[in-house]
Structures are given as C-alpha cells and as structure tokens.
C-alpha cells in the first residue's frame, strides 16, 4: 500500500512539471521581448519613434525568420520583417541588439536583434542601397537591460 501511494506521489510530481513545459519552451520559441528606445530606430521600411515595443518572432514551423514589432499595448503592429539568421561567440543573459550609428541627423538603424541565452539572432534585412551606406557607419553593439522577456 505505501509502495502504491510513493508511486502515486512521484506520478502526480511528475505529470505537474510536465504541465509547466510548454510555458517554458514557449518563451524561447516566440523570443518575444520588449525593448524600449530613447530616440528614434530605423527599421527596414520605417522609422519607429522613441518608445517602448514588443519583438516577437512569428509562430510559424517553417520560417523562423520572420520578426514583428507592436506597440507596447499591442494595439498596433508597426513591421513583420524578414531577417537572416546570424551567429554570435558567446551568448548573453541579456537581450542584445546592434545599430548602425549614422549621422547626427539621421536615426539609427537596428542591424541585428539576440534573445537572451541564444548564440543566434535575427539580421534585419535592409535594401542594398541602406547596405552599402551601413557599411560606412560605425557599428555599435548594445546589451540593454531587458524589462520583459517572455
């Protein structure tokens, strides 16, 4: 009889903890995040103003590759853009993105956006004109501290 009742007990243990994995996986699998700036970020295809924004990469089993961006409320989706996958050294416990600084007059363009924990990130593709002048611009890497992911 207490043999049974142990049996019962680590079943019950078990079966719990299974009920809280897909939460867990779900945080990593959506990446949402969300990122507050100071001044205005060029996007491809738009400027966001300074504000706070979600980042979320789309639920889709085919394409991983596809990121969009709402406002803090979520009342308005501003971008779903394609990136490319890109990898990094060493990851970070911190929500890592990289601008390309321009000039005075000119917003900086987010380049590349990393999940917390993940050696992979998301490139922003921009056209090929943006490209050649990024890559007059220095770039500038930046671990922010994150108000929220999950």
């Known amino acids: ?13 078990i079966l719990a903890f299974s009920a809280f994995l897909p939460m867990a996986r779900a945080d990593i699998w ?11 970020i060029e996007i491809p295809g738009t400027v966001l103003p300074a504000g706070t924004y979600w980042f979320v990469v789309l639920d889709s089993q085919s394409d991983r590759n596809l990121v969009e961006i709402f406002s803090k409320n979520w009342s308005k989706e501003y971008a ?14 911190r929500t890592e993105v990289e601008f ?9 363009a987010l380049l590349s956006w990393y999940y917390p924990g993940l ?3 998301h490139e922003f ?8 002048r990024f890559a007059r611009d220095i770039k500038e890497e930046v671990v922010a501290p994150v108000l929220k992911t999950r």
Not at 1 to 13: A, E, F, H, P, S
Not at 30 to 40: D, G, I
Not at 100 to 108: I, M
């Open 1 to 13: 009889m207490k043999i049974r009742n142990v049996l019962c007990g680590v079943c019950g243990i």
């Open 30 to 40: 959506n990446q949402k995040t969300e990122l507050s700036f100071s001044q205005p």
């Open 80 to 93: 779903t853009l394609q990136t490319i996958p890109e990898d990094r050294v060493a990851s970070t416990n």
């Open 100 to 108: 390309a600084e321009r000039p005075h007059d000119q917003p900086e």
């Open 119 to 121: 050696l992979t990130g």
């Open 125 to 132: 593709v921009y056209s090929s004109r943006q490209e050649k």
